[in-house]
């Protein structure tokens, strides 16, 4: 992914920016769509240099113009273009009207829809459906969406891949798999969560030269998740540093069987910076995980009655990993919950918060999609229709700080900007994977920063590092490779 631009718009706020940029700033429109196109040809020429075969698939609105003043570059280079428009071109209007004749007066052809050959092409110029499409998509654009996709052709989607929701990355029925994105003059958060990462592959941005006062006065609807609060919070230590300025982390988990799941919270604090990391687990782990790490301090409890003098002396705490929902599982919830330190919430924490819901102001939730929705009383699927909506849900009813994992993680707070994770993977989906971004962002906690710095670092910091240690491949990795790469992230 190239360089992207911290703040992100919904597709309407990107309208009015666009139409900012023409009638108030007198950007002609024409202009906006020759530089958009032009953009295209150029990302088209980086990523396939060696193109020959070009079909160009245009729909009946601007999106569609782009693709014509595409089709006109690539005929220009010599290149065989099939472009085929789905909506009738002879009803096209004002400006992609303009580059539709263009197109013709150069001598290109415009052809209807047909699927024949589809697959023989070098690349398919997707530029069919722009980042207004808020129903399903129906007709002859299903029609090409399917058989696109049944082609497997290398595709170049133009502002947004067809058929993916612009401002929530749900897909509307069907989309466009893309493997590279062009987007412009405001990037548009579907493209970065749920299905967005899937349908757009590789995301380019251009802001095609408009003036930066458009921006003004703009409230984004999220940010990308920073660099430099990275720089900031995870500066170099001075040199007269010692343990107990860096806190102390307490996990509690690992009903029988699932002593694991606590030890690599434990761990992942650990390297994430926290001075010192207790382990509150079951009795039987204890000598296990010792061996394992014998840098944590490992309590075996076999009730809640012992975690008080442990949580006393604990700067920050983490609930679930392994905590099962049973009598010991929910004795250890209540207890904890009783006291006002910050906290991570995580797995069946989280099932049993869903359970009895309270308010949880100093509590940092890390649901996925199936516990989110438990946590909101909906289902899984309309969670992942609009991520950015499911996590504001969370903060409004349980008033802490959110993680919502998935492809595009949400981090969401009262009162902050919601950001989204760019980094990660499809190897991260494996199990352990969450214990240690909830060991993460506790190790963040105990050292002092605030929740919504911990769950907006931890989440960058889990997904790089999960990239890092998936460079032998996506496949097979696990969690244990991620806590190994954990050190080199927090060390900016």
Request: one cysteine or more; charged letters at 20%; proline letters at 7%.
């Amino acid at each position: 992914m190239n360089t992207l631009p911290e703040y992100l718009y919904t597709p309407a706020q990107v309208q009015e920016l666009d139409r900012r940029a023409i009638q108030d700033h007198g950007l002609p429109g024409l202009s906006l769509m020759e530089r958009a196109g032009r953009r295209g040809w150029e990302v088209l020429l980086k990523h396939w240099p060696h193109v020959r075969r070009l079909r160009v698939l245009c729909g009946g609105g601007n999106n569609g113009g782009d693709g014509y003043v595409v089709a006109r570059l690539a005929r220009r280079a010599g290149l065989g273009v099939r472009l085929q428009a789905l909506s009738d071109p002879d009803r096209l209007n004002g400006d992609a009207a303009t580059v539709a004749r263009r197109f013709q007066e150069e001598g290109g052809q415009i052809e209807s829809w047909d699927p024949t050959g589809l697959a023989d092409e070098d690349v398919v110029v997707d530029a069919l459906l722009g980042t207004g499409l808020d129903r399903p998509v129906e007709g002859r654009y299903r029609e090409a969406l399917r058989a696109l996709k049944a082609a497997g052709v290398p595709v170049l989607a133009i502002d947004v891949p067809s058929g993916l929701n612009a401002g929530t990355g749900a897909v509307m029925g069907e989309a466009v798999e893309a493997h590279c994105t062009v987007t412009f003059i405001g990037l548009k958060p579907g493209l970065l969560t749920g299905a967005g990462p899937q349908c757009a592959g590789t995301l380019y941005f251009d802001d095609l030269g408009v003036p930066p006062e458009i921006y003004q006065d703009m409230a984004p609807v999220a940010g990308l998740c920073r660099d430099e609060l990275l720089r900031r919070c995870l500066g170099p230590r001075p040199a007269h540093a010692h343990k107990g300025q860096f806190g102390h982390a307490l996990v509690i988990g690992g009903d029988l069987g699932m002593g694991g799941a606590a030890r690599m919270a434990g761990e992942a604090a650990g390297r994430t910076g926290a001075g010192l990391v207790s382990v509150a687990t079951r009795p039987a782990h204890v000598a296990a995980l010792l061996a394992a790490r014998p840098e944590l301090m490992v309590h075996g409890l076999d009730s809640a009655e012992g975690l008080a003098p442990l949580l006393e002396k604990a700067t920050a705490w983490a609930l679930g990993p392994g905590l099962g929902q049973g009598p010991w599982g929910r004795a250890l919830w209540e207890a904890a919950l009783r006291t006002e330190h910050p906290c991570v919430l995580d797995a069946d924490a989280l099932n049993l918060l869903a359970a009895d819901p309270r308010p949880c102001p100093n509590a940092l939730l890390t649901p996925h999609p199936g516990e989110a929705a438990r946590l909101l009383g909906v289902t899984p699927a309309e969670v992942q229709a609009d991520r950015l909506a499911a996590a504001d849900a969370l903060v409004e009813r349980y008033r802490g700080a959110v993680v919502l994992k998935g492809a595009g993680s949400v981090i969401a707070a009262p009162g902050a900007l919601p950001r989204l994770v760019t980094a990660g993977n499809p190897g991260m989906a494996s199990g352990g994977m969450g214990d240690v971004l909830t060991g993460v962002v506790l190790g963040l906690l105990a050292q002092g920063l605030s929740a919504v710095e911990a769950a907006e670092l931890g989440a960058l910091v889990h997904a790089r590092a999960a990239d890092r240690a998936a460079r032998a491949g996506e496949r097979g990795l696990l969690a244990g490779d991620v806590l190994m790469a954990l050190r080199a992230e927090v060390n900016p």
